[in-house]
């Protein structure tokens, strides 16, 4: 062994220009120092070598291979113990046992690169390091450093043998690929450095690893010893950068890798692992490294091979390792070690050197005052809402948009959009799916071979293909199928359709794509993930942005550091309460609301959906359609939404029209509707009646003239199947007189004016349908649709839904006694509107809470939606205003607006700015400008019978919204 001198090795430890500052040197260094020396002063020279020892074990082990451990412990004093496979728990357990048998406290080590779940059941996987090479923000691979540091030590683990620093040049790469930051030196140090120091302020001691770097093989070194053949100029200035930098930082621990690398080893075939030129000279010396270093595992065929009953563990510790991880034969190895120290192979001042590292270490995680671990919520504890926040941020920023032509994404103008999905892989591609499909109607199509499927993909105009592979580890299988390669090129240069490929796998899948010339959308979301499913999803429809930047160099025509800009389009996205503000444990106020709602029989079921700042964050189903029902209420349901189709369906047309100069507040009754000039409604104008300040009835009853003596549809007006003349359907086999048309609007033109105070009214209603109908030439259902619902991507928003909609998705309202005789379900259930054909200015809209939410998330975004602006933000701000605040009339335009009194149609804990409406089925909806809040609320609280009032009595929709404002956080 070369002989080093202790003064020239204090001399370079302290004084090297590369010297780093010991990083194993606790706050507390004195205590620290006293420590160290008086544990080293009291152990014998077989407890000394016994420290050297890291030992493999599994909580899945049967009882002899735990035994065994233990008696290694007991009997050889080993100082730690590096764990694999199992459960928390059961480690949990097992480490407690452990260190109550040992006579110093062990240092306890894992491979947990990505998180626990590298190695144990039951807990959090975070993402693989490839992908957080991928995000710009390191500040956000800190974060997910630090919170897997702080499971470790929840765990009872000093040492995670992370981050992996190696740099991936080759895509061949057997063994690292996922595991590493990428290809760009830079940017594996920046990110090492930050994942590094995220996982040390967790008290966690970090391990670059593998030293001096295994990013460019195709060898696996866990089955033979792969050859490193480049120049020491080329090592230095690519695979040792990162370690400088880390070094540089503080880095507590190197493993060196089992690699034959000839620049820096002299001898043939021997490992770095056992090189004292590259630990000792090159690491310790040129680099100037003071902390621990550590074999990687001597169980491996890089290395095993080398000799037999100890002789690679004394080769290791000559090299200058310190740590002999997973050695193959203890007693045998530390025997050996025994023998050389006697012979003065190994001096005391060597053994001490790396024994008082061990002990400085163990004394910096605390092992001096060693405390078993807690198991009591341990499985809680590691598997915290914390875990989901920082997953969800790291996996939004790293997914990467490499093609983006024609600016295709984020997809605009859904109205014009028919979209395909075609899956490619062998994982699962639900969630993704799932996820497009709240955006825009996306239809997943299979053929059995590719003349089928491209003969079926004519229909669409716009085809997402997803490669989606498992995300059980980095080394899984990512690459397409040669079917899939050729089916992707058949379809691609098929051209009746935009296309966009997404990848769920390493991006080195992309490199076996022959060309990407016609595919004109190229997303890489690097694991196959639920979450990275959906956000893809939501970068896909503009909901959030596109920030990724690749890691690593995957086709000519996309080199490592391609990106693509995609700006958000002010779509709803989806997440988790915190992530903007709310508290979850503060929603689940909401469950039991509910809950109390479906107990008392108020309703049902229901569905309610809560955004905030543009994410929704609670969008859940509560209850069966009818109380008799086997099926649940999912989100997909369709609901009556009552006279919430007053602010989302006409008072939007109206607001577009006002914009145009088609209407004007000030306009009048007769303005709009020149019959109406010698009536006693003449005067009032539009700004009063949608203000529900114009003297108009509540409501007319206008089916009850209607019925005969025995109050059912009368023959004089209703026919049971469309005839001449009787063509306006108002439910199954009841078809009113198109002459009522006009006898509505007559009706409405004999009414006199009421005294003059706040009345709600739904008249006002029947005369803007008619003025908008009139002026447009169209009817108002369509009008809507094609205004609003369409290109906003309310696909389950629709007048008549039984057109477009199985009628067992939609919820029934009544079991209707006093006019049709039947149960309405998929047709309106007011009466007026059911008159008009379900088409109704007050009344007459179907949908889903989520859509609901899309178009008040709209007016909340100022009239801009998905890119498009469809009203003027002036617009919604002279609609949203309360013009007869001092006449007690707390409306503003068509909108509901908080109560001036202490009653009244909100919680009282909303702004002044916000509005909203309600609806006789059982409907609400409420949006929050200064909070960033909307609130939507549908349920058939008329079903069986609409004489159920208990939802309005208990205010439960209001108690509701209390919870939401007292579930924010910030």
Known sequence: MRSYSIFLFLFFTVFCANAQLNPLVAKDSVGQQKWVDSKYEAMSLDEKFGQLFMVSVASSQDKASIAKVKSLIKEHHIGGVIFSTGGPVRQAKLTNSFQAASKIPLMVGMDAEWGLAMRLDSTYAFPWNMTLGAIKDNSIVAKVGRQIGMHAKRLGVHINFAPDIDINTNPLNPIIGNRSFGEDRDNVARKGIAFMQGMESAGVLSSGKHFPGHGDTATDSHKALPLIPFSKERLDSLELYPYKKLIKAGLSSVMVAHLNV??????????????????????????????????????????????????????????????????????????????????????????????????????????????????????????????????????????????????????KKLENKKIAYVKFGDADSQPFIDELNKYAKVTQVNGKDITTLKEKLKEFNLVIIGLHKSNESPWKSYKFSTKELDWLQEIANQRTSNLVLAVFAKPYALMDVSSFNSIDGVVVAYQNSVLAQQKTAQLIFGAIEGKGVLPVSVHDRFPVNTTVKVSSLKRLGYSIPERVGL????????????????????????????????????????????????????TDYIYDLASLTKILATLPVLMKMEESGKIALNDTFQDLIPEYSESALKNVTVLKALSHYGRLPAWIAFYVSTLDEKRKPSSEFYRHKPTEGFSIKVTDNLYLTDAYKDSIYNRIGRQDLKSNRYRYSDVAYYVMKKYIEDTYKTPLDKLADDFLYKPLGAIHTSYNPLGKFPKNKIVPTEEDKYYRYQTVQGYVHDMGAAMQGGVGGHAGLFSNANDVAKIMQMYLQGGEYGGTRFLDSRTIKKFNTCYFCDKNVRRGVGFDKPQLKESGPTCGCVSRKSFGHSGFTGTYTWADPEEEIVYVFLSNRTYPTSSNTLLVKSALRTRIQQAIYDAIIN
């Open 262 to 411: 000839p620049s820096l080893e002299i001898k043939e075939d021997l490992p770095s692992s056992l090189s004292e030129q590259i630990i000792s000279g090159i690491l310790k010396e040129q680099l100037g490294f003071n902390g621990l270093v550590f074999t990687d595992a001597l169980n491996m065929k890089g290395v095993s091979t080398q000799g037999k009953d100890g002789d690679v563990e004394l080769a290791a510790f000559l090299a200058g390792n310190d740590i002999l991880l997973m050695p193959t034969e203890v007693a045998k190895a530390k025997k050996k070690l025994l023998e050389a120290y006697d012979t003065g192979r190994i001096t005391e001042e060597r053994l001490s050197s790396s024994v008082k590292k061990i002990l400085m270490a163990k004394y910096k995680v605390g092992l001096n005052s060693y405390k078993p671990i807690a198991i009591d919520y341990l499985y809680e504890d590691l598997n915290d809402l914390e875990n989901d926040l920082i997953y969800e941020e790291a996996i939004e920023n790293a997914i990467t948009v490499v093609k983006n032509n024609f600016y295709l994404l984020g997809i």
């Open 583 to 634: 508290s979850s444990k503060g929603l689940a106020e909401v469950d039991k609301l509910m809950k109390n709602g479906l107990d008392s029989l108020m309703f049902p079921g229901a569905q309610v959906v809560i955004a905030r700042k543009g994410k929704v964050v609670y969008n859940k189903g509560f209850g069966k359609p009818t109380y008799t029902s086997d099926k649940k209420i999912t």
